[in-house]
Nanobody, 126 residues
Framework: QLQLVESGGGSVQPGGSLTLSCTNT????????LAWFRQAPGKEREGVSC????????DYTDSVKGRFTISRDDAKNTVYLQMNNLSPEDTAVYYC???????????????????WGKGTLVTVSS
């Protein structure tokens, strides 16, 4: 079982940027597709972005396209989420998740994930 640890959350003003990181200690993440989810207060958890382990292809939920960028550094066993032009609607706990799969496409479905981090809080407020 992976031990995913998120970092980089915090408070930022609207229009600001943050970069989240998720690292696993122990097993390599090289063979996992990786994803970021978020859960805003009073809302269900939603998939934000994912990146395939096979060829690095990515996917994003519509509300973050053009603002968020997911990337991975397998040498560092880390996945990143660069978040730009943040708005109050982006306020949430952000979770890193890993999917063991043979598919070329990554998934933004909670039920497809095998391992989860504990989350990091992002607050966007003036």
């Amino acid at each position: 079982q992976l031990q995913l640890v998120e970092s980089g959350g915090g408070s930022v003003q609207p229009g600001g940027s943050l970069t989240l990181s998720c690292t696993n200690t122990g097993f390599t993440l090289r063979w996992y597709s990786l994803a970021w989810f978020r859960q805003a207060p009073g809302k269900e958890r939603e998939g934000v972005s994912c990146i395939s382990y096979r060829d690095g292809r990515t996917d994003y939920t519509d509300s973050v396209k053009g603002r968020f960028t997911i990337s991975r550094d397998d040498a560092k066993n880390t996945v990143y989420l660069q978040m730009n032009n943040l708005s109050p609607e982006d306020t949430a706990v952000y979770y890193c998740a890993a999917q063991k799969t043979i598919d070329y496409h990554c998934s933004l479905s909670e039920s497809s994930m095998n391992d989860w981090g504990k989350g990091t809080l992002v607050t966007v407020s003036s």
